[in-house]
Every structure is written in C-alpha cells, then in structure tokens.
C-alpha cells in the first residue's frame, strides 16, 4: 500500500477546478485505478503559507502513517508551497513570510516529512500573469509578481539540492506555456491548468521511477 500525501494552499485544494477538483484530485482518480489500497490523500488549505505548513505538517502526517520502515519506505509527500509566502504587501513594505524565515521553514517541512516518507517531493509555485495580480482582487495591498516568486523558488531549488529532495521547477515549466490561457485569475489554473500540472507531475514521478504501476 502506498500512501501519497500532498501538502499546499490553494492550488493544491484544487481551487476554480469544479470538474475534476483539481490537480491532486485527477493524480487521485488514476493512481488507485493502479490498486485499490493506494491513497493519494489532498492536504491542501487555502492561504496557506510555509509558517502555516511547518506548525501543521508533523500532526498531519502522523495522523495518517506511521515511521515504520516497511511504511517509510513506500510513502511518498508532495509539498507545494511558496506562493503566499512570496506575496509583497504594500503597506509593509515586505513580503508575507520574509526569504530568510521561509527557507528555515523549508527546512523544518524536509526534517519532519523524511521521517515518514523516504521519498519527497517539493513543487515550486508556477508562474503567473501579473496584469491580473497587481494588485490582487481580493487583497488589495497584496502583490504578486513573477520576480520576487522566482526568488522564492531558487530558495526552494537550494534547499532540495543540498538535503537531497526531489524537486519540481513548476514555474519554469510555465514559462515554456501558453500559460495565461492556463490561469483563471492570472494566479490560480484553470481547468485546464490543473490538467497540465497534473500532467507535468506526472511525467515527472515516472521519469524519475518514484512511483510504481503509473505510466
């Protein structure tokens, strides 16, 4: 039995996906077709930033598996997480969750998810399209903007390098894209959108032989 948890904000909930329920939701639907005791379980919370996942992460994962090697061995955590985190607030003068304290919260989620999982997997915030986002619509004092996400994605890209996690460039991969069409708000995918990361993680999983039975 493989138990795939995949942690994250509102892209990872599935957010402007009401055919499919987004992208974890379509990983879910053709991963247990691949068996019936796999689980892809979605973790995702709206808002979420990395202070939120670090204070929740240790709990949630042990509330759903156990650090028994034969477990360990065969779990897999995915986290997507960055973008609130970069949000600049106008106000402030500064970005939700500053580069130095996110990276120590990088960190703490690799420390408590290899103790569970042998195999993780971080995936980067993906690119946005800025006409739509400067300001937000719904947060009026905060901005995104693609320079500042993509710092917080190289901070993502150091991390994993130097503790030896799997890593998925999701903003560059956008960048290869049509993606303006793929976004539903210029910052949260479309239906389309979600089909497209799913498709991306999924040739990633496999190009990588981090799961078995998936093609």
Known sequence: ???ILVFGDSITWGYFDPQNGGWVDLFKKEYSQ???YNQ???LGISAEDSFDLSDRIKNEISART???PKYKKQNLIIIQVGKNDSNFIK????NIVPLKNFKKNIKKIIKISKKFADNVLFIS???IDESKTNPLNWAKDNFCKNEIIEKYVLAIQEVCK???IYFLNLFEEFQKLNYKKLLYDGLHPNIEGHKK???IVKAFLVKNNILTGIK
């Open 66 to 68: 156990t650090k028994k």
């Open 91 to 94: 106000s402030k003068q500064e």
């Open 1 to 3: 039995m493989v138990r």
């Open 34 to 36: 691949t068996s019936r």
């Open 162 to 164: 130097k503790k030896d």
């Open 40 to 42: 892809v379980m979605n």
């Open 197 to 199: 990361i799913w498709k």
């Open 125 to 127: 915030p993906s690119y």
